[in-house]
């Protein structure tokens, strides 16, 4: 090694392009151990995803026998049309929160950061609460008016929160932006209870249903509709998942490595709000899934954003089959809001890093 290093060095080689090429070489080493790690990630918690969807499935008012399936026509009406549709829809409904806490987390550069802290999620049930009671049940261009109603609740929402938190063109430290997230919440649900008071019986139990959370679902065709709706979000946060990376550490930084800033935190409040509203407008106010996962993410397998998005999908897909589980057999006597299961898991976890992040202010 010695003799190569001197014979680079008298055909023209220096110290510094030797260093250079060892950074180099060290940085290829470090970008591949990292594409292994994400890849085992993702394969471990496919895995993981596949045992929690198993476990969904078959358990229930009654425990479902997959063999009785081939000859008993009411398990396959029960398997088909109600226990599968509501699996995947719990699905795609954790595996959404859960992606949208992670985004808006890195953005705000904040751990306590989820749709249902910052407001969103309550602006999204303000929304379909409003469509409900003014009967708007019509579709525009095929789209149910309660979705764009949501959809606006949540992002009128996240732009509010996002206003009152900043001053002087920085976003505040976390006081300012959690005490946003809870007026507009607090105004969010005084409007909701407002609405199930002022409207009729019929209407004020729909409600109801969007404040606690419930993935009753009949049939597929609502879990497609959704998808239209969710895809495109997905997409755009996984397209903007580098510059949240950098975003994490602050604008500065991401504006120097040429992250258009500005544009980024936009296109992250459209596919938030799209994709809070449009869960929102199916299952309700179902809370700390952005929460719970994002950090339990970011505790296996690292901080890099590129790799917390992905991972928070899949994770939270398992994270709300379980406790949907949960919900279905707790009691032994009928079902419990999945929300509840999930503010009961989120709750303590959301105390813990608030008492947390003042240790750290502190210091």
Known sequence: MKRRREDY??????????????????????????RKRFRVALALLFLFLILSAAISLSVGYQTLN???LKTDATARLV????????????????????MVG???????????????????????????GLAIAFGLGARVAGVPLVF????AGAGVSVVLVYRLARTGGAVVLPGALLLAGVVINVVAASGVVLIQYLTDYTRALQILRWTIGSLDVVGFDLVWRMLIFLVPGWIV??????????????????????????????????????????????GGTIGFVGLIVPHAVRLLFGEDVRVVLPCSF???????????????????????????????????????LLRRQQRYSAM
């Open 9 to 34: 060095i008298q055909t023209g080689g220096t110290e510094d392009a030797l260093a250079a090429s060892a950074e180099t070489i060290a940085t290829a080493a470090d970008v591949s151990t990292s």
């Open 66 to 68: 997959f063999s009785a």
């Open 79 to 98: 398997f088909f049309q109600l226990r599968l549709p509501r699996v995947i829809l719990a699905a795609i409904v954790g595996a959404s929160l859960a």
């Open 102 to 128: 992670a985004a808006l987390q890195a953005l705000f550069r904040n751990p306590l950061a989820e749709p249902l802290t910052l407001g969103v999620s309550g602006g999204g049930a303000l929304g379909a």
């Open 148 to 151: 764009l109603a949501a959809f």
């Open 237 to 282: 946060l996984l397209f903007v998942a580098r510059d949240l990376h950098l975003l994490a550490i602050d604008e500065e930084t991401a504006a120097a490595l040429g992250v258009n800033v500005r544009r980024s935190e936009r296109l992250v409040y459209i596919a938030s709000s799209l994709i809070v509203g449009t869960t929102v407008a199916v």
């Open 314 to 352: 899949l994770l939270g897909a398992a994270f709300l089959m379980l406790a949907d589980a949960v919900a279905r057999t707790a009691t032994g006597m009928g079902e419990l809001p999945v929300g509840v299961i999930t503010a009961l898991a989120g709750g303590p976890l959301f105390l813990w």
